[in-house]
């Protein structure tokens, strides 16, 4: 079994900035060890917003990406509202090409008449014609696999 005294743990130790979470495991080749206060680089963004009155609301990332990033916009309510659905009406790059935010749009759902004549009746009935507006949502962001 291999001797080494507690100074020599200096040499295992990597100066190297830590490399980004990875989609895909891999053991590693290197042979050192991540000191104690390193800081892996995130895959993802996180961030809440709230809808305007038209129901919108820009997000800006928390990092930067290559790619257009999945975005999952979700939100939690108390009350007892119909759902809320939501799009991604554009992305937002820099200068560079790097994706910064998006703009969410989200339609809340309305209750389908009960009187099956008003239903019939009506020339457009818009089951997403519910306002949104006021509620937070949280937004989720990762960057693509591959």
Sequence with gaps: MPYFQPTDVSNFLSSSMPKQEGVTPAAGTEVKASRDDHVHARLSSAIYVTLDANGEA???????????????????????????????????????????????????????????????LSTVFNLFAGNPSGISVSVFAIQQSG
């Excluded at 939690?76 to 200068?95: L, R, T, Y």
């Excluded at 910064?100 to 008449?113: A, D, E, F, L």
Aim: glycine content about 4%.
């Design 58 to 120: 820009t997000v800006n990332y928390t990092r930067l990406f290559d790619t257009a990033p999945v975005v999952v916009p979700c939100f939690v309510e108390s009350a007892n509202n119909q759902p809320v659905v939501f799009k991604i009406k554009n992305h937002i790059q820099d200068a560079n090409g790097k994706y910064t935010g998006c703009v969410i749009k989200g339609y809340r759902s309305q209750p389908i008449p009960k009187n099956l004549a008003t239903l019939l």
